[in-house]
């Protein structure tokens, strides 16, 4: 792949309506950096299987994670094929026909090869990017991982071999011939937003709440 | 399986702190309404894929449509083993120490074979469902599909052979040893909002906005 751009191969070819895809590096990274869930697929000898995982980009790389007793870490930790999928939903379209109807939004599928990094200071970083991936700035203020939990816990690295983002914007398409009914057609924008944030039994009231709780980016999801 | 719940098999079965692991089908089908984005996997000879979706479940099964142009949708109308993932984000989890961070959550994972849907009044009525189930009470204002339309669409049915549901709720559970440490911590709850709704620029100024658009419920994702 070039510096700045995915060649797009047989599997991440966008066939359909290929206006909507998208090979930009850039543009791909700005969607896996303001999302929070990805949607893991693989192969498994019962059939194809999709988990949902906190991840993070790091470089050309996809940083997932979970329990050293998980069957899922233990089987990508031993290296398997996987496609990752991160999906921004902005809103639902509203046509005159409900043929038109859809959907905006921006999605990025990843495909690579898991690699397991066994070092622990290379998994501490990895981890480390990982809360300041889901909660920047929440890593300089809890209490980092001691070397019993790196040991419990399994991280693998997704070289991003392919990867494309197909999106869709703006209002509906409707035909010409639809145009003239008499019903109300547009975007209803969606998107992740913040609530109250709860404090556990164990935070005094008096606590201030951390700036970068407060200031939560709205959209990421 | 029973009438009210799947039967774990191998591939259900949630291995991994099965106290998080719920097979009630009501419980199930709760999230799977709810939900209005499915991540849909399946195994190519170049290994896994995982694409958005819409969706929606009928009785027992989950209705999935696209272009008759559609290489996944031609793929999935030949009949495919395919699992459907639809999780609903509900909050950061905010621990003590980074090891602890979690994030609430609803996931129902469904894996079934394909079948396409071809008699057009069957095609007819699965992509009504779909549009009420993403939008309740469209289906009643807008136009609904033409023979053309309908010919130009693949339906395919997923009966739901195995399914499972897990969750996280509640606050963080940290190391008493940790619980000194002065930090904040709780729950950041995340949720899908409407935004302001954008009207087309074929709809006139004072056509009033259906209801079922202005109390579109929050929390749908």
Known sequence: MSETEFQPTERSTIHRLPSRGIYDKAKVYEVLDQGILAHVGFATKNGPVVIPMGYARRADSVILHGSAKSRLLTYLSQG????????????????????????????????????????????????????????????????????????????????ISDASLKMRTGPPVDETRDLEIDIWAGVLPLRLETGELIAD????????????????????S
């Open 80 to 159: 398997a094929d996987v496609c990752i999928t991160v999906t921004l939903v902005d809103g639902l379209v509203l046509a005159r026909s409900t043929f038109h109807h859809s959907m905006n939004y921006r999605s990025v599928v990843v495909f690579g090869h898991s690699q397991v990094i066994t070092e622990p200071s290379e998994k501490d970083a990895a981890l480390e990017h990982l809360v300041e991936h889901l909660v920047p700035g929440r890593g300089a203020d809890a209490r980092g991982a001691d070397e019993g939990e790196l040991a419990a816990t399994l991280v693998v690295e997704v070289p």
């Open 201 to 220: 039994e164990h935070t005094p009231a008096d606590k201030p709440v951390p700036g970068y709780l407060l200031d939560y980016p709205a959209g990421r």
